[in-house]
């Protein structure tokens, strides 16, 4: 039940324990989208600019149908790449935050995901969910790949 305080509307204490599954599992599903994102934004700014190039060729080759199975094609095909990376990147991301929460932090556990900008992306955010930011902030500046780009995925 809705209660008026004031000029806010609370739920009454019955309804703060009241376990609601589907608003849970919602909330469990919309959590990994937006880890999803947070996770390898580059990838998905790369499918946007491969879409894009592939409908700006689509439009200034409308009457060449060889060109547009083309770029349709390779869109498609970029896009399932790079979705496959960010879920292998979600993985590696919830892999290391739970060995950051169960072990702590350590080394061993973020050297691994130095060699990417994906990995080292990934493992930043696990390390921020798992409260050991700084760390791995200053191991990646110890070794030296605080913001360089050998390989982007």
Request: glycine share 4%.
């Amino acid at each position: 039940m809705i209660e008026v305080e004031g000029n806010k509307l609370q739920l009454s204490q019955s309804e703060k324990t009241t376990k609601h599954p589907f608003r849970e599992r919602l909330s469990c599903v919309l959590e990994n989208v937006v880890n999803h994102f947070r996770v390898s934004p580059q990838l998905h700014l790369l499918d946007l600019g491969v879409l894009s190039l592939a409908t700006a060729i689509v439009i200034a080759y409308n009457e060449r149908q060889d060109i547009f199975l083309m770029s349709t094609y390779l869109s498609v095909v970029n896009t399932i790449y790079n979705e496959f990376k960010a879920f292998n990147n979600l993985g590696n991301y919830k892999r290391v935050r739970s060995e950051l929460i169960k072990h702590g932090y350590d080394e061993r556990i973020i050297r691994p995901m130095t060699n990417t900008l994906c990995d080292r992306n990934a493992a930043r955010c696990a390390a921020i969910d798992a409260g050991f930011e700084q760390e791995v902030t200053q191991y990646y500046k110890e070794i030296g790949r605080n913001g360089s780009f050998p390989q982007l995925c």
